[in-house]
């Protein structure tokens, strides 16, 4: 898989999430500040309901912004066959019942899904528990991974 097509379709798609939170964060800031807003009496609390809603917007905007810099500051390698898994891994899992999953070890915004190629590729971090299980990992080991209420061992194919 072309990792530098991955980072930018990752980039790419927290670029248009920075666009919604911050459009969300700027109509929470007008509907703030509006007149409308004001206070009747000592128990609305419409205008302060919507300035802390603004203040979140906001957080989850300069959030998202700190993941698109960090993206883009990640340097791209590939790994050797016997190379253990680490930042900017790509990294493919099979489990029993041809069941396989794609993930890519990346600095921040985990949970977040991009299709490539027809592969739907997920980010995860160091610092999540899956991340972590993940991390130091080389083909051919297991791994096991929690499936709804139960655990289904994996088995690492590629570190890319």
């Known amino acids: 898989m072309d990792k530098l097509a991955l980072l930018n379709a990752i980039v790419a798609t927290l670029a248009a999430e920075f666009a ?3 459009e969300a964060a700027e109509d929470a800031h007008k509907e703030a500040t509006n007149d409308e807003s004001r206070a009747e009496d000592r128990y609305d609390m419409r205008g302060q309901l919507a300035a802390y809603l603004a203040a ?3 957080k989850i905007a300069d959030e998202v912004a700190t993941a698109i810099a960090a993206f883009r500051n990640m ?3 590939a790994f050797s066959p016997g190379e253990p898994a680490a930042l900017g891994a790509l990294i493919r899992l099979e ?3 041809g069941m396989k999953s794609v993930y890519f070890l990346g600095p921040a915004h985990g949970g977040l899904e991009v299709k490539i ?3 739907e590729v997920m980010v995860v971090t160091p610092s999540s528990p899956l991340g972590r299980s993940l ?3 080389k083909i051919g080991e297991r791994v096991a991974l929690p499936q709804g209420a139960r655990t289904v061992e994996h088995t690492i194919s590629a570190v890319e």
Do not use: H, I
Request: proline fraction near 0%; charge should be positive; aromatic fraction near 0%.
């Open 20 to 22: 919604v939170q911050t």
């Open 117 to 119: 190629n027809g592969d």
């Open 135 to 137: 991390m130091g990992r």
């Open 75 to 77: 340097a791209l390698r």
């Open 95 to 97: 489990a029993a019942r």
């Open 56 to 58: 979140g917007q906001a």
